[in-house]
């Protein structure tokens, strides 16, 4: 599977953008998917992660109640909701994908097999 991410831009500190990640190839359905981030001078950190059939989802603490992850299988897109952006949520974000039959999202980056190049997010204060 390819992936393609976009939708990042600058913004100022409280706005809102989503990202979306298009995959091509083969069947969509069969991926969990996560978003990670990576400031610069950081490493890459896991942000949300979706089950196949989007039933189940999870976030880092830091974007609880402000991130919302989610995913259309018909269009063959994941999308990151991000509302109140801090400064501190700058950084590369990149999805990724694993097929698997569980619906558990692991939040480690060597778990997932495909990756899109990235988007790149700037919040500004």
């Known amino acids: 599977v390819q992936l393609q991410a976009s939708g990042g831009g600058l913004v100022q500190a409280g706005d809102s953008l989503r990202l979306s990640c298009a995959a091509s190839g083969r069947t969509f359905s069969r991926y969990a998917v996560a978003w990670f981030r990576q400031a610069p001078g950081k490493e890459r950190e896991f942000v949300a992660g979706i089950s196949r059939s989007g039933g189940t989802t999870n976030e880092v603490n830091s974007v609880k109640g402000r991130f919302t992850i989610s995913r259309d299988n018909a269009k063959n897109t994941v999308y990151l909701q991000m509302n109140s952006l801090k400064p501190e949520d700058t950084a590369v974000y990149y999805c990724?994908?694993?097929?698997?039959?569980?619906?558990?999202?692991?939040?480690?980056?060597?778990?997932?097999?495909?990756w899109g190049q990235g988007t790149l997010v700037t919040v500004s204060s």
């Open positions: 990724a994908a694993r097929e698997t039959i569980l619906s558990y999202t692991p939040d480690r980056d060597s778990r997932y097999d495909y």
